[in-house]
């Protein structure tokens, strides 16, 4: 990790030699945030480089992940999924600017967490881990699962028993050792801490696993260099845990501190209407309220967030929005997503675009704005909300 | 099409000009295949240009595809699927020779059949249709519709009422016109025929719109591209309508033609041992009798296949083997290819490693070949049967 300097603590800023076991300040208990020499990488990494490369996947953007140089990645291929211009959907909003859907549903385990459990499992792989654990909605625990069969790790995992039957399968066909615990995400995290805490198992836990943003951030770098560097004005991400969110905002961040892009978009951060505490938070000021978890989006009912800081951090930075969406909201994005671009995403994932719709329509944001809307997960992961989705179309 | 000659039947030998409305012999009702004039494809067209072609989906062939240079293909993605060396699950199988497995469920609607469909809408354009009509178990509709959706088109569907409720979603959602038949794909397929006919819709019913196999042969294309134009001993294609393995056998044969590849592969034929009436033709080189669909591997349930010519063909001009598998051994298929290699296949699409693993305990292929197996659909379409794998594991 040639190019990575300390991992920096989010909350009181102690900083810290990046080793892979080490997920959390010990002097304040606060998430790490890992640092880069961003001119030693702007000396050495071009889009030229870039364009010559014929990996399609996350690990393109090798210079700027926390990896050894001898690390194999495992060997499923993440990233690299299709952003569509959308100019029909586009349309039917209202917009008289540019809209784009990055459909990250396209990736191996169809979500984008699998950005993240990638990384996960290359770390595991350094810390010289053969099980890895992790609470989880379902997304996370599936890629999880997924990427560590591929390398030929061992999984542990702790879901609540609302997670939709596509995830569950999943798990269960990539061989996980699975646990449906009978209450909120919550309870699942608490069971899988204390777990992790007592079989020294290696933790995907991504609000405390510093290095899973750094694979969420792909994302962006993808999004930027799919739009020729050209920074949208707003990217749309629907906020669970707040680690996708604040991983889209390290991803440009990144491009922009070694010079890639010049501008920096603002972000619309989405919740459901029924779990909306992080939302509550940025808008308040305040601190964080646990909120209950009701929402038929499971990906992104999480009540207690486990990443609020750098979530927090990434809206006010980027001077964002924060928008609210109901079930009945989410369920019409999802209609208007598949009928207009053919895109299938499970409810969490049209959240994203169920808020751009209301930001625009209650003035958060211009008609003539650029936007890219990200889709986060597949919706064949939850296809009995699919179908809720039609028959109440 | 300045590389197409003809549209050639298969059974009389008639040719005609390939117009995209044409999908049968006027002669003798055969099922027509579209001729390439290859010496002039091998002149212009080269590996270096491949190489040096940005885009990875199936139109970086295009060259080798019968569509008109001005037509845009409809946006979704399609292709570029990863192929990935599966050392692991070839150890649990007694190989020594290499297995790879060629992830075609990442496609856009989860399923090989986009590339079928993706053609379908791009013949459907030149042909100046607005809606697009066809019988499927399921994949071929989703496809259809998530593509169709995407180029602003309408598609009305026929599927069997058994189909898998992760692809009736995707039909709703895609916004397709769906009418579940009572009975058998047979039925299915019979209906839409009565309803192009009455309608003038354009028919994307694989065994007779010719330009389908087109599309399908392009995952034989990647797999040579993938390999370094290495071309594998076997590769092994689960069988149902009997398109995908012909496509394949035509981008091989394509390949070939031009020069690009020196061997061709001899191809594994698997079929449900409920469902397998092409094997049976095949074994017996007798008539085709129609079969029972008596598997829970829907996709290839079909007991009137509708392209058995261009599969009896593909099958034994490559001096391929055939292999009938339960659906005992294809859900222990689907949990040995999750827990290896992190694939989640459907049950078809299992079926085709539950034939590798069969052909190589029986001796009809040896331990030391190098074997492609196509995945040619997500376990998320179906997870009712993936919960149904690992519960009898």
């Given at each position: 990790m040639k190019n990575v300097t300390t991992a920096r603590?989010?909350?009181?800023?102690a900083t810290f030699d990046p080793v892979p076991g080490l997920h959390n300040c010990t002097v304040c208990g606060g998430i790490l945030d890992i640092q880069y020499d961003y001119p030693a990488i702007a000396k050495e990494f071009t889009k030229e480089d870039l364009a010559a490369n014929p990996d399609t996947s996350m690990w393109r953007y090798r210079p700027l992940l926390p990896i050894e140089e001898g690390t194999v990645p495992p060997s499923l291929r993440v990233g690299g999924s299709p952003l569509y211009l959308a100019d029909r959907l586009a349309a039917e909003l209202g917009m008289t600017g540019s809209l784009w859907v990055k459909?990250?549903?396209?990736?191996p385990t169809a979500s984008l967490k699998d950005r993240a459990s990638a990384m996960a499992v290359a770390k595991a792989i350094e810390a010289g881990a053969d099980t890895i654990c992790c609470a989880s909605t379902g997304n996370a625990a599936s890629s999880l699962a997924g990427n560590a069969a591929a390398a030929g790790l061992k999984t542990v995992i702790f879901v609540p028993k609302r997670a939709p039957g596509g995830k569950v399968a999943q798990l269960r066909i990539f061989g996980a050792d699975v646990t449906l615990v009978d209450g909120s995400y919550e309870e699942a995290f608490q069971q899988s801490e204390a777990c992790i805490k007592e079989k020294g198992y290696y933790s995907r836990n991504a609000a405390i696993n510093p290095y899973l943003v750094e694979g969420k951030k792909t994302v962006a770098f993808e999004i930027a260099e799919q739009l020729n560097w050209q920074v949208p004005n707003y990217v749309a991400v629907s906020v669970g845990d707040g680690c996708t969110i604040a991983g889209v905002w390290k991803g440009f961040c990144d491009l922009f501190s070694i010079g890639f892009i010049e501008e920096l978009p603002k972000l619309i951060s989405v919740q459901a209407a029924g779990c909306c505490p992080l939302n509550t938070c940025i808008e308040t000021g305040g601190t964080l309220e646990p909120s209950e978890e009701n929402t038929l989006a499971d990906s992104i009912a999480v009540g207690v967030p486990r990443n609020p800081d750098k979530a927090f951090m990434a809206v006010t930075e980027s001077e964002g929005v924060t928008v609210n969406v109901t079930d009945e909201e989410i369920l019409a994005a999802m209609r208007l997503l598949g009928r207009t671009q053919g895109v299938f995403a499970e409810p969490a994932a049209a959240a994203a675009l169920a808020g751009v719709k209301k930001a625009l329509a209650d003035g958060k944001?211009?008609?003539?704005a650029s936007i890219v809307t990200i889709v986060t997960g597949n919706g064949l992961k939850d296809t009995a909300n699919g179908i809720k989705a039609t028959q109440e179309g």
């Open positions: 603590c989010v909350v009181c800023g459909d990250d549903g396209q990736n944001v211009p008609a003539d």
